[in-house]
C-alpha cells in the first residue's frame, strides 16, 4: 500500500516546555495518526536556537518511524512556508502572581507578526490552533491581520479545559474518564470560562446516564466543580512554579485530531472559534463552543437548551472577551 503524504506541521516556541512535550506526540503520530507521516517544523526566538537545536538533536535520536523531515528555525518565514497545521505555542508564559492580562502585550505583537508569515507562505488551507496566552485573544489579532486565511481555520485551545472538566466529573463519580462525554467550555481561556455539565452524560451498564443525575449535588456542579476547572491553570503554577506542558500538548493534539479527523458520532468537543453569533455570543470575538467535526471542518452544536444561570455566564465571558479586544487594540496602536 502506498503510505500517505507527509503533513507539514509548525509548532512554534518549540524549545520551551509545551513544545518539548508535543514534538514527540506530533512525530508518534498521537495528533494526526498512527499511519501519517509529518514534517515538523519548530521555530523558536534567537536566544533560544542552542536550546532548539538539541529539541532536534533528540527528534533524531528517538527515530520516530513517522518522522520524515525536521526543521528547527529562528526565521518566520522558514518556518511557516508550506505548513499544513501550525500550533501556535510561542510567546511569554504567565508566571505565579500574574494575570492573564500582564502577559497580553507582549504576545498580541508577535501574533500580529506572526499572521502576516502564515498567510504568505503557509500551505493554502493550513489550520492554525492558537495556544499561546491570551490564547483567544491571540488568534483573534492573527485572524484580523491574516485576512485572506478562512476565519474557519483559525481557533484556539480550550479542550484542555474541556479535558479538565471530563476529568474532575470523573474522579467524582469513580468512573473512566473515557465514558465520561459532552462537557462544554465557554467563553475566555481564562478564569471566567464557564465548564458547564448541564448536557454532559457517562455511559453506565444502564446505558447513558446526565451527569447532574449521577452527580446528585448540584451546589458541587455549580460550585467547586466550576471553579476549580477554572482555576485549574493557576493551580498546576502554583505546584509546579510552571504552567501545565504534558497536560495542554496532550489537548493540543487531541483538538487537531478530532479537528481533522473528526469526532465519533453523538460526541461534542470544545474549541475556541470565531463567533458567529450562535447563542447570542457577539459576533467577532474567538469563544469557545461546542462544536462536532466532520471532513475537516468544525460545526457549533446548535440548539442545546441555556438557561438563566448558564445565560448569565455566557454573557460574563463574552464581556471579558470584549475587553481584551480592546486591551489587545489598545497594546497594538
Ligand atoms: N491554551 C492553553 O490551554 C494553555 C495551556 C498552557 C499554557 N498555555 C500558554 O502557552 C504558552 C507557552 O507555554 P510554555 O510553558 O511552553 O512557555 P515557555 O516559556 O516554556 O515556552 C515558550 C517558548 O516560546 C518562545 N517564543 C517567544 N517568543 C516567540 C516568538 N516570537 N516566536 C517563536 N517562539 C517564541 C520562547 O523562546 C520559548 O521557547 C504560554 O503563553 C502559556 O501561557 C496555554
Ligand atoms: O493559566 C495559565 O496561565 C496557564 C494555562 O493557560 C493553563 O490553563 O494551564
Known amino acids: 500500500m502506498a503510505s500517505k503524504e507527509p503533513i507539514r506541521v509548525l509548532v512554534t516556541g518549540a524549545a520551551g516546555q509545551i513544545g518539548y512535550a508535543l514534538v514527540p506526540m506530533i512525530a508518534r503520530g498521537v495528533m494526526l495518526g498512527a499511519d501519517q507521516p509529518v514534517i515538523l517544523h519548530m521555530l523558536d526566538i534567537p536566544p533560544a536556537a542552542e536550546a532548539l537545536n538539541g529539541v532536534k538533536m533528540e527528534l533524531v535520536d528517538a527515530a ?22 501550525a500550533v501556535m505555542v510561542g510567546g511569554f508564559p504567565r508566571k505565579e502572581g500574574m494575570e492573564r492580562k500582564d ?19 503557509a500551505a493554502a488551507n493550513c489550520k492554525v490552533l492558537v495556544v499561546a496566552n491570551p490564547a483567544n485573544t491571540n488568534a483573534l ?16 485551545l480550550t479542550r484542555l479545559d474541556h479535558n479538565r472538566a471530563l476529568g474532575q466529573i470523573s474522579e467524582r463519580l469513580n468512573v473512566q474518564v473515557s465514558d465520561v462525554k459532552n462537557v462544554i467550555i465557554w467563553g475566555n481561556h481564562s478564569s471566567t470560562q464557564y465548564p458547564d455539565v448541564n448536557h454532559a452524560t457517562v455511559k453506565t451498564p444502564a446505558g447513558e ?36 506542558a504534558l497536560s495542554a500538548a496532550s489537548s493540543a493534539c487531541d483538538h487537531i485530531r478530532d479537528w481533522v479527523l473528526g469526532t465519533p458520532e453523538g460526541t461534542f468537543v470544545s474549541m475556541g472559534v470565531y463567533s458567529d453569533g450562535s447563542y447570542n455570543v457577539p459576533a ?31 454573557d460574563l465571558t463574552a464581556d471579558e472577551l ?12
Open 64 to 85: 520516530f518511524p513517522l518522522l520524515k523531515g525536521v526543521v528547527a528555525t529562528t526565521d518566520v518565514v522558514e518556518g511557516c512556508t508550506g505548513v499544513n497545521v
Open 322 to 333: 470584549s475587553e481584551e479586544k480592546a486591551l489587545a487594540y489598545s497594546c497594538l496602536s
Open 284 to 314: 467577532g470575538l474567538i469563544y469557545s463552543f461546542p462544536v462536532t467535526c466532520k471532513n475537516g471542518e468544525w460545526t457549533i452544536v446548535q440548539g442545546l437548551a441555556i438557561d438563566e444561570y448558564s445565560r448569565k455566564k455566557l
Open 209 to 244: 446516564k446526565p451527569v447532574r443525575e449521577l452527580v446528585a449535588d448540584d451546589a458541587w456542579l455549580n460550585g467547586e466543580f466550576i471553579s476549580t476547572v477554572q482555576q485549574r491553570g493557576a493551580a498546576i503554577i502554583k505546584a509546579r512554579k510552571l504552567s501545565s
Open 103 to 121: 502577559v497580553m502585550s507582549k504576545n498580541v505583537s508577535i501574533y500580529k507578526a506572526q499572521a502576516s508569515a502564515l498567510e504568505k507562505h
Open 141 to 156: 489579532i492573527l485572524k484580523e491581520f491574516a485576512p485572506s486565511i478562512p476565519e474557519k481555520n483559525i481557533s484556539c
